[in-house]
């Protein structure tokens, strides 16, 4: 099932990205789920945007309150014309134009018993206790899952609920760990050893579940019942008795089993004395006591504690400290900052909590994903200005019936206007963007006279965006992300200063986003998927010495890291930022796991309908394509194409077979020729062991639907690709397939196949000069021949570019059946259609779950931004996995001393600043540059680079050197001495110092300094050839790369409670 329009299944089209995390049954359940959401301030519509958005059944949002000033600060469905009307009235219909399959429902009477039983999950936020307690009661009773959120100011708090016997049926996001087992003791226990496709450790936990296949000798094992381990170490674990069990010989493999889970939970009102909170520490237990005595304060005064009114903080703090008996574990300042902060309505707040909130809802409906047990506490009051710098006073902090009502209680009116002058650069519309806009916008970044925010994306709305990226609607597919998510803001916030751009922020774009743009930015947020795209933004961010918010997502885990200059290390060094690669001999010969063979099947793809057909037009349309260097293969494959020109579906079919045959039978006799069975690499050492998996050839079965996919998609492909419109028979296939007479099988003599990487890297590529002579003459000869009958457009092919959104198209279908049948060459578990898809489409896994409160993060790090904090200390980056559910925050890292000249040590945001312009108003020269580097920075040059180009070198002849020297700058930058550009206009005209690209960067090799030239000055960092100051071996989120998690920084002061 990929798609269909059938009541009750699901829309493939839409969900796509969703699916590869919660999977169909999970989805399945998600729209059998009605849910209520009671609360519709900023956290509440951000719970039920998830819900809709995720595909739940139905939502059904409740509140019986009217719409306040203080409510637009972070409710982004409301506007100023809405105050004083129902909340869930105002809300109702933006809600529903989320998900046309989702019915939304405004509900804003009491809620009965007889009301909620309708409900599977009911969802609570902004509720007195009382109600809270009655509500749950209620859900217990009737088995209802029952979800508590709230936040107040810079804190939040989260519980869950979900009945005495909830049952997990997948409790992790990862798939399921697969070792290669080295060898297996008889006993009791009986003890594996075995290690991972690359020889590391087996990756497994203690209580993991597992199986076995494949085990030669202890064949009992093959295929068991989930059997529960005890890890020894890194590479043995032990698995149960195995005393009765003939012994190992060689071979298996060990796969984890994910098995169901029972969970129990306690109703609120049991829980409340004896908190179940994950790492339970002072300040979690502070902050559950200061929630706790706010709700007392609020039942007592008909308020919220006013803002830095401290009668108002030492009543709460008094009210704290009658609810424990342990006194020493009440952190009193944290209660009474809270107080201070609790009548705030921060957007960034409601989007991490709602983020949290929604992914409970959707464990709680689907049984995917470890639920909270039971509590969570979460405070960013690291946010709030640094000791000794604003003071916050009840005046500034007063209400003003303005739309910012809930973050000038927070944070006072001077720190708005200066949000409203912030200039900052958005890189992506994505889902991330989105929920950045959409912040900015409630928080009022960019909104006053000065601000501006400046979205760039260049890539068009499609329909799969629409589950997770909220500003964008069904009748904006097509549209420009950037355009559409600007306009969308602006309605949200008409006062928001933004712009659109439909470009990406690039080396070939630096005219567009050079000197004069990033100069004026006060700083910059990524909201890329590319890891070398942010790298990039991340060097001019060092290059400018601008912050950087960098955000990443990838199924439930997510990641925020926090870049500012002078103070934290950069975005990550070329090292962090290389993906694995997988050894091209495996994917040639010793392929093991599926995702080897979906890659084969995959290059296999443009190997047969992208790459030839491209070759030959070139050689068609091109007369000097034959006098360009090429290899014999290349003109090979133009000779075939040209040769095989299909005139019949008979044809296509007939080349399909041929195909099958030689990929999956031919192919593997030689391999087996080359390397039989018995094979040893040394005496006693069998060569097919560990992860190589001895192949065996397949037999052409007809009835076989694998083989006849196959057969289907390649000659539908290859019918495609030359323009052959023919119709697609299978019954004529088989017919055909039946009647062919395939080759025979003929041993290939003297080809060496390379085992190792240095194997391949070792075989020569030597070209055979006589026959590529001769390939090309002929080639020449048939091209004569065809101009001769004038050869039209008939003649040309139709490359084939994979795409993965259309499953229509056939491309996913010739991957599966390609991958599948190799996995069945090397006795490899087939993929579905779905993870076909995923990988061949290197589809990243998205929910908006995740994209919420990884936008929450990063704005809350905007604040301190803003602020303009200078306290490392203050500053958290943040790794979050939903699925868990963990959230880690730790202080960045100080950024590495790189380089040391004299008595001073460099990092990769220092800078030499020099003059561009000389005392006599006119642009600097060379030697001038190098007498200004020695007199007055002691850096004496003796070498000049400007990207790769010798500018100057000490080295050179004396003439060439005095020849140089006298050069102005913009003359000697752009190509090699004497490559000049045109001077500037006049003297000192700034635009003539900076080239195409809007600016010039050089390096001073002496110092190990690179020289930026703006219109100013010349500044120098010092780091330019010794990399970004990043370290490979430190933590690097954005990857996620298994078992690598945040090394044991200092944890921030408001890290969170679970």
């Given at each position: 099932?990929?798609r269909?329009?059938?009541?009750g299944?699901?829309?493939?089209g839409?969900?796509?990205?969703?699916?590869?995390v919660?999977?169909?049954?999970?989805?399945?359940?998600?729209?059998?789920?009605a849910?209520?959401v009671?609360?519709?301030k900023?956290?509440?519509?951000?719970?039920?945007?998830?819900?809709?958005?995720?595909?739940?059944?139905?939502?059904?949002?409740h509140?019986?309150?009217?719409?306040?000033?203080?409510?637009?600060?972070?409710?982004?469905?409301?506007?100023?014309?809405?105050?004083?009307?129902?909340?869930?009235?105002?809300?109702?219909?933006r809600?529903?134009?989320?998900?046309?399959?989702?019915?939304?429902?405004?509900?804003?009477m009491?809620?009965?018993?007889s009301f909620?039983?309708?409900?599977q999950?009911v969802?609570?936020?902004?509720?007195?206790?009382e109600?809270q307690l009655?509500?749950?009661d209620?859900?217990?009773?009737r088995?209802?899952?029952?979800?508590?959120a709230d936040?107040?100011?810079?804190?939040g708090?989260?519980?869950?609920?979900?009945?005495e016997?909830?049952v997990?049926?997948e409790p992790?996001?990862a798939e399921?760990?697969c070792?290669?087992?080295?060898h297996?003791?008889q006993g009791?226990?009986?003890?594996?050893?075995c290690r991972?496709?690359?020889?590391?450790?087996?990756?497994?936990?203690?209580g993991?579940?597992?199986t076995?296949?494949?085990?030669?000798?202890?064949?009992?094992?093959?295929?068991?019942?989930?059997?529960?381990?005890?890890?020894?170490?890194?590479f043995?674990?032990?698995?149960?008795?195995?005393?009765?069990?003939?012994?190992?010989?060689?071979?298996g493999?060990i796969?984890?089993v994910?098995?169901?889970?029972?969970?129990s939970?306690?109703?609120l009102?049991?829980?409340?004395?004896?908190?179940?909170?994950?790492?339970?520490d002072?300040?979690?237990?502070?902050?559950?006591?200061?929630?706790?005595?706010?709700?007392t304060?609020t039942a007592?005064?008909g308020?919220?504690?006013?803002?830095?009114v401290?009668?108002?903080?030492?009543?709460l703090l008094?009210l704290a400290r009658?609810?424990?008996?342990?006194?020493?574990?009440l952190d009193?300042?944290?209660?009474r900052?809270?107080?201070?902060?609790?009548?705030g309505?921060?957007?960034?707040?409601a989007?991490?909590?709602?983020?949290?909130?929604?992914?409970?809802?959707?464990?709680?409906?689907?049984?995917k994903f470890?639920?909270?047990?039971q509590?969570?506490y979460?405070?960013?009051?690291?946010c709030?200005?640094?000791?000794?710098?604003?003071?916050?006073?009840?005046?500034?902090?007063?209400?003003r019936?303005?739309?910012?009502?809930?973050?000038?209680?927070?944070?006072?009116a001077?720190f708005?206007?200066?949000l409203?002058r912030?200039?900052y650069?958005?890189?992506?519309?994505?889902?991330?963007?989105?929920?950045l806009?959409?912040?900015?916008?409630?928080?009022?970044?960019?909104?006053?006279?000065?601000?501006?925010?400046?979205v760039?994306?260049?890539d068009?709305?499609?329909?799969?965006n629409?589950s997770r990226?909220?500003?964008?609607?069904?009748?904006?597919?097509?549209?420009?992300?950037?355009?559409t998510?600007?306009?969308?803001?602006r309605?949200?916030?008409p006062m928001?200063?933004v712009?659109?751009?439909p470009?990406h922020?690039?080396?070939?774009?630096?005219?567009?986003?050079?000197d004069?743009?990033?100069?004026?930015?006060?700083?910059v947020?990524?909201?890329l998927d590319?890891?070398q795209?942010r790298a990039?933004?991340?060097?001019?961010?060092?290059?400018y010495?601008?912050p950087?918010l960098d955000?990443g997502?990838?199924?439930?885990?997510?990641?925020v890291q926090?870049i500012?200059?002078?103070?934290?290390?950069?975005?990550?060094?070329?090292?962090?930022?290389?993906?694995?690669?997988?050894p091209?001999?495996?994917l040639?010969?010793?392929?093991?796991?599926?995702?080897?063979t979906?890659q084969?099947a995959?290059?296999?793809?443009?190997g047969?309908f992208?790459?030839?057909?491209?070759?030959?037009?070139?050689f068609?349309?091109?007369?000097?394509?034959?006098?360009?260097?090429?290899?014999?293969?290349?003109?090979?494959?133009?000779?075939?194409?040209l040769?095989?020109?299909?005139?019949?579906?008979?044809d296509?079919?007939?080349?399909?077979?041929?195909?099958?045959e030689s990929?999956?039978?031919?192919?593997?006799?030689n391999l087996?020729h080359?390397?039989?069975p018995?094979h040893?690499?040394?005496?006693?050492v069998p060569?097919?062991?560990g992860?190589?998996?001895c192949?065996?050839?397949?037999?052409?079965?007809c009835?076989?639907?694998?083989?006849?996919?196959?057969?289907?998609?390649a000659a539908?492909?290859f019918?495609q690709?030359?323009?052959?419109?023919?119709?697609?028979?299978?019954?004529?296939?088989?017919?055909?397939?039946r009647a062919?007479?395939?080759?025979?099988?003929?041993?290939?003599?003297?080809?060496?196949i390379?085992v190792?990487?240095?194997?391949?890297e070792?075989?020569?590529?030597?070209?055979d000069?006589?026959?590529?002579a001769?390939?090309k003459?002929?080639?020449?000869?048939?091209?004569?021949?065809l101009?001769?009958?004038?050869?039209?457009?008939?003649?040309?092919?139709e490359?084939?570019?994979?795409?993965?959104d259309?499953?229509?198209?056939?491309?996913?279908?010739?991957?599966?059946?390609?991958?599948n049948l190799r996995a069945?060459?090397?006795?490899?578990?087939?993929?579905?259609?779905?993870?076909?898809?995923?990988?061949a489409?290197?589809?990243?896994?998205?929910?908006?779950?995740?994209?919420a409160?990884?936008?929450?993060?990063a704005c809350l790090?905007?604040y301190?931004?803003v602020?303009g904090?200078q306290?490392?200390?203050?500053?958290?980056?943040?790794?979050?996995?939903?699925a868990e559910?963990?959230l880690?925050?730790?202080?960045?890292?100080s950024?590495?001393a790189?380089?040391?000249?004299?008595q001073?040590t460099?990092?990769?945001w220092?800078?030499?600043?020099?003059?561009?312009?000389?005392?006599h108003?006119?642009?600097?020269?060379?030697?001038?540059?190098?007498?200004?580097?020695?007199?007055?920075?002691?850096?004496?040059?003796?070498?000049?680079?400007?990207?790769v180009?010798?500018?100057?070198?000490?080295?050179?002849?004396?003439q060439?050197?005095?020849?140089?020297?006298t050069?102005?700058?913009t003359?000697?930058?752009g190509?090699?001495p004497?490559?000049a550009?045109?001077p500037?206009?006049?003297?000192?005209?700034?635009?003539?110092?900076?080239?195409?690209?809007?600016?010039?960067?050089?390096t001073?090799?002496?110092?190990?300094?690179a020289l930026?030239l703006?219109e100013a000055?010349c500044?120098?960092?010092p780091w330019?050839?010794?990399?970004?100051?990043?370290?490979?071996?430190?933590?690097?989120?954005?990857?996620?790369?298994?078992?690598?998690?945040?090394?044991?920084?200092?944890?921030c002061?408001g890290?969170?409670?679970?």
């Amino acid at each position: 099932m990929r798609r269909s329009e059938s009541p009750g299944e699901i829309d493939e089209g839409l969900y796509s990205r969703q699916l590869y995390v919660l999977g169909h049954e999970a989805m399945r359940r998600l729209a059998k789920t009605a849910v209520l959401v009671s609360g519709m301030k900023g956290l509440g519509v951000e719970i039920a945007k998830n819900i809709i958005l995720a595909g739940v059944k139905s939502v059904t949002v409740h509140d019986p309150g009217n719409t306040q000033w203080s409510d637009l600060s972070s409710q982004f469905f409301l506007s100023e014309s809405d105050v004083g009307q129902n909340r869930a009235m105002a809300s109702q219909q933006r809600l529903a134009e989320l998900n046309s399959y989702v019915p939304v429902t405004a509900y804003t009477m009491e809620l009965s018993e007889s009301f909620l039983a309708a409900f599977q999950v009911v969802v609570l936020s902004n509720s007195p206790l009382e109600e809270q307690l009655r509500i749950s009661d209620i859900c217990h009773g009737r088995s209802i899952r029952f979800i508590l959120a709230d936040t107040k100011g810079l804190a939040g708090q989260l519980f869950c609920d979900f009945g005495e016997n909830f049952v997990v049926d997948e409790p992790s996001e990862a798939e399921p760990v697969c070792a290669y087992v080295q060898h297996i003791s008889q006993g009791m226990p009986g003890v594996v050893t075995c290690r991972d496709g690359q020889g590391h450790g087996h990756g497994f936990a203690d209580g993991d579940f597992v199986t076995f296949s494949d085990v030669e000798g202890m064949s009992q094992l093959n295929g068991c019942k989930p059997r529960a381990i005890r890890v020894l170490d890194e590479f043995t674990l032990e698995i149960g008795d195995t005393g009765s069990f003939a012994p190992y010989q060689h071979g298996g493999v060990i796969t984890q089993v994910k098995v169901p889970q029972l969970h129990s939970y306690e109703p609120l009102r049991a829980s409340l004395a004896k908190p179940k909170i994950k790492a339970m520490d002072d300040r979690g237990h502070s902050l559950h006591l200061a929630f706790r005595a706010l709700h007392t304060f609020t039942a007592e005064m008909g308020r919220l504690p006013r803002p830095r009114v401290q009668a108002d903080a030492e009543r709460l703090l008094e009210l704290a400290r009658g609810l424990t008996t342990h006194q020493e574990l009440l952190d009193e300042r944290l209660v009474r900052t809270f107080a201070h902060v609790s009548a705030g309505e921060l957007s960034p707040m409601a989007a991490l909590l709602g983020g949290l909130a929604a992914q409970e809802v959707l464990k709680a409906a689907s049984g995917k994903f470890l639920p909270l047990a039971q509590w969570l506490y979460f405070d960013a009051l690291e946010c709030l200005p640094e000791q000794g710098t604003t003071l916050l006073t009840e005046e500034s902090c007063a209400l003003r019936d303005s739309r910012y009502d809930g973050q000038i209680a927070v944070f006072g009116a001077d720190f708005q206007e200066r949000l409203g002058r912030q200039k900052y650069l958005v890189v992506g519309a994505g889902a991330i963007g989105c929920e950045l806009l959409k912040n900015f916008a409630m928080i009022g970044l960019a909104a006053g006279e000065g601000g501006s925010v400046t979205v760039t994306d260049m890539d068009t709305i499609e329909r799969s965006n629409l589950s997770r990226q909220l500003l964008f609607r069904l009748r904006d597919v097509g549209k420009l992300k950037s355009e559409t998510a600007a306009a969308a803001v602006r309605r949200m916030n008409p006062m928001i200063r933004v712009t659109a751009q439909p470009h990406h922020v690039g080396p070939d774009t630096e005219t567009l986003y050079g000197d004069d743009f990033f100069m004026a930015l006060d700083g910059v947020t990524n909201a890329l998927d590319s890891m070398q795209s942010r790298a990039y933004v991340d060097s001019l961010c060092i290059r400018y010495l601008k912050p950087l918010l960098d955000s990443g997502t990838e199924g439930t885990k997510g990641h925020v890291q926090v870049i500012v200059p002078h103070l934290t290390q950069p975005f990550g060094s070329p090292l962090d930022l290389t993906e694995s690669a997988v050894p091209l001999c495996t994917l040639r010969h010793f392929p093991s796991t599926i995702e080897h063979t979906l890659q084969w099947a995959r290059d296999e793809f443009d190997g047969l309908f992208k790459v030839p057909a491209e070759n030959v037009n070139k050689f068609l349309e091109d007369p000097a394509f034959l006098e360009v260097q090429r290899t014999t293969q290349d003109l090979e494959w133009v000779r075939s194409s040209l040769q095989e020109k299909p005139r019949s579906w008979p044809d296509c079919v007939r080349w399909a077979r041929q195909r099958w045959e030689s990929l999956y039978r031919h192919t593997i006799l030689n391999l087996l020729h080359a390397f039989p069975p018995d094979h040893e690499t040394s005496p006693g050492v069998p060569f097919w062991a560990g992860p190589k998996r001895c192949p065996r050839p397949l037999e052409f079965d007809c009835n076989n639907s694998t083989h006849m996919e196959y057969i289907m998609a390649a000659a539908s492909l290859f019918a495609q690709t030359h323009r052959l419109q023919v119709p697609r028979d299978r019954a004529a296939a088989r017919e055909t397939l039946r009647a062919m007479a395939v080759p025979p099988f003929q041993l290939e003599v003297g080809v060496r196949i390379p085992v190792t990487e240095e194997e391949m890297e070792e075989v020569p590529v030597g070209v055979d000069e006589e026959q590529l002579a001769a390939l090309k003459q002929e080639l020449a000869e048939c091209r004569q021949a065809l101009l001769e009958v004038g050869y039209g457009s008939t003649h040309l092919m139709e490359p084939i570019h994979f795409e993965k959104d259309d499953d229509s198209n056939g491309h996913v279908d010739f991957i599966m059946a390609a991958s599948n049948l190799r996995a069945a060459n090397y006795g490899i578990a087939p993929a579905d259609w779905h993870k076909s898809k995923r990988v061949a489409g290197r589809i990243v896994p998205a929910i908006a779950t995740t994209t919420a409160a990884v936008a929450g993060l990063a704005c809350l790090e905007l604040y301190k931004l803003v602020w303009g904090h200078q306290n490392l200390g203050s500053y958290c980056n943040s790794f979050l996995q939903l699925a868990e559910p963990l959230l880690a925050r730790f202080h960045p890292l100080s950024p590495l001393a790189t380089y040391k000249y004299g008595q001073e040590t460099w990092s990769c945001w220092h800078r030499i600043e020099v003059p561009g312009i000389g005392a006599h108003g006119e642009e600097l020269t060379l030697q001038e540059l190098l007498d200004q580097l020695q007199g007055v920075h002691g850096l004496p040059v003796r070498t000049l680079l400007c990207g790769v180009t010798i500018l100057y070198a000490s080295f050179w002849a004396k003439q060439k050197r005095e020849a140089q020297l006298t050069r102005r700058l913009t003359q000697l930058v752009g190509g090699p001495p004497g490559a000049a550009w045109p001077p500037p206009p006049h003297p000192g005209a700034g635009p003539g110092l900076r080239g195409p690209t809007g600016r010039r960067h050089l390096t001073a090799r002496a110092c190990l300094a690179a020289l930026w030239l703006s219109e100013a000055c010349c500044r120098v960092p010092p780091w330019a050839q010794t990399g970004s100051g990043g370290s490979a071996a430190r933590y690097r989120a954005a990857r996620y790369s298994a078992g690598r998690w945040p090394p044991s920084h200092q944890p921030c002061s408001g890290k969170p409670r679970m």
